[in-house]
């Protein structure tokens, strides 16, 4: 019954598909000549796609993103099977994760291939080409909770073949009781899957929820080895980027006088108003630093000019990366530009307001977490494994806030609680043992169960990731 629904729904995508594009090309054509040379450009890049990248004789493995994010959590994987001599295959499938991807596949050595995700079938004369002949691994690794239907009819039509979910989330999914219809589909969904890692212990027992084998259900964050690794690391990166002397006095503050707010927007600066952390400031006992988000000129200006109006009398300091400057850290407010730095800042801190929370939805929990830092946010993580993970493991330094009035007072009390010495080395020593259980040694295993077969190739491998 199963295979005959699968029949059908294949027909209709392939209809859908075929006409679609066909429609989509026609309106090209037409107009085509009033797009400017480079959306031309790009445009029929991303209808016929970079197909003609060479391949190597036998590609064990291969991976498609959607997104940056994606990216980044397939990276350590494609690392650690580089560091085996395995060939890699990366298929990107959308602009924002273009630049990076082919960076990451240079430096890789993998096959890189833009996916153009209105053309591709299983039936060349139908959408004009083919899935199965492009992709030449035989095991494919996706990400998340969003898949293209030509990638699950790639598996479904070859039994031979192995197709693995990494980072895998059901957060924002109807299931369970008075959810029948879509428990049934999704169930159907990813039943296709041979493994599937969950982003989360929560994340797992949705899974089980569904009725999937518990044999193909793991559990691993592929990020946090990164984070560690860029942690680990961050004083010497840090001081190629920022004055020395911004650094060693920001590490003489003791943990109760210093917050950062990571990936700041604009509605944010509204928790600098309260009164107390204004009262702090003058009093040279706090020093903040604001990391906004976007980085764009337009941006900076904005967040400046309310920040001026916000924090008047206070002083406003732009932090930048000339290297030949004094800085008083006490008695003002800190605004830094300087990209590219946020995980290694992190390190530097004891209290991350994480933005997101009030906007559309938190950024990064893990990187001030790992960092050792109390995280408190806003309201909107329905799309965030990274903070259900840290806040099962440590459920009173991860805070969600409900309303941004009320994000001062709560960062407020936990600068008290992080005046306390055996707090803070509780909340350490939490950590360091959680985070073991993300280290090199079980990303091994979980390389092994993607590549069964291959274990002997995959034993004994220490390079770091």
């Not at 309106?27 to 085509?32: A, E, N, P, S, V």
């Not at 004789?57 to 690392?79: C, T």
């Not at 030449?136 to 990638?151: N, Q, S, W």
């Not at 509204?270 to 204004?278: A, E, G, N, S, V």
């Amino acid at each position: 019954m199963l295979r005959v629904l699968e029949f059908v729904l294949f027909l209709l995508f392939a209809f859908f598909r075929s006409f679609i594009t066909t429609f989509i090309i026609m309106i090209y054509k037409l107009f085509g000549k009033f797009i400017s040379a480079r959306a031309k450009l790009e445009w029929e890049e991303w209808m016929g796609g970079d197909l003609k990248a060479e391949h190597g004789d036998n590609p064990k493995i291969a991976f498609e993103v959607s997104s940056e994010g994606e990216l980044e959590q397939a990276l350590p994987l494609m690392r650690y099977f580089k560091s085996c001599h395995f060939e890699i295959e990366l298929l990107y499938a959308s602009f924002s994760a273009k630049i990076k991807a082919i960076k990451e596949g240079k430096i890789l050595g993998a096959k890189t291939l833009v996916m153009p995700i209105l053309t591709y079938s299983i039936w060349p004369s139908l959408c004009g080409f083919n899935i199965l002949k492009i992709i030449k691994a035989k095991t494919l690794v996706l990400c998340r909770y969003d898949f293209y239907p030509e990638l699950l009819f790639w598996k479904i039509f070859s039994a031979k073949k192995s197709l693995v979910l990494i980072s895998a989330s059901l957060k924002n999914k109807k299931i369970g009781k008075g959810f029948f219809l879509p428990s049934l589909f999704w169930h159907w969904l990813y039943d296709h899957f041979d493994l599937i890692i969950c982003a989360s212990p929560l994340e797992k027992e949705r899974f089980i929820s569904l009725g999937l084998s518990r044999d193909k259900l793991h559990l691993f964050d592929f990020r946090i080895q990164q984070i560690f690794n860029r942690q680990k690391n961050a004083d010497p990166y840090l001081l190629t980027k920022l004055p020395g002397e911004y650094v060693a006095n920001l590490k003489a503050l003791t943990p109760d006088q210093k917050i950062i707010l990571g990936n700041a927007y604009k509605e944010d600066l509204q928790i600098l108003k309260d009164k107390k952390i204004q009262e702090l400031i003058s009093l040279g006992k706090l020093h903040i630093l604001i990391a906004p988000h976007s980085l764009n000129k337009e941006n900076i200006r904005a967040m400046w000019q309310e920040l001026e109006q916000i924090v008047n009398p206070l002083k406003l300091v732009l932090l930048d990366s000339k290297k030949n400057r004094s800085f008083d850290l006490l008695g003002g407010v800190f605004f830094c530009e300087i990209p590219g730095i946020l995980c290694e800042l992190y390190t530097l801190f004891s209290c991350a307001y994480v933005a997101g929370g009030f906007h559309r939805s938190v950024h990064s929990i893990l990187e001030p977490y790992l960092a050792g830092n109390v995280v408190i946010t806003g309201p909107k993580i329905h799309r965030s494994t990274e903070f259900d993970l840290a806040q099962n493991n440590s459920p009173h330094f991860v805070l969600s806030v409900e309303e941004l009035s009320d994000v001062a007072q709560v960062i407020l009390e936990k600068l008290n609680l992080l005046k306390i010495k055996e707090t803070r080395e509780i909340y350490k020593k939490e950590i360091e043992l959680w985070s073991q259980n993300f280290r090199d040694e079980n990303l091994q295993i979980i390389c092994q169960k993607i590549l069964k077969g291959e274990e002997d190739k995959l034993k004994n491998v220490r390079k770091r990731i």
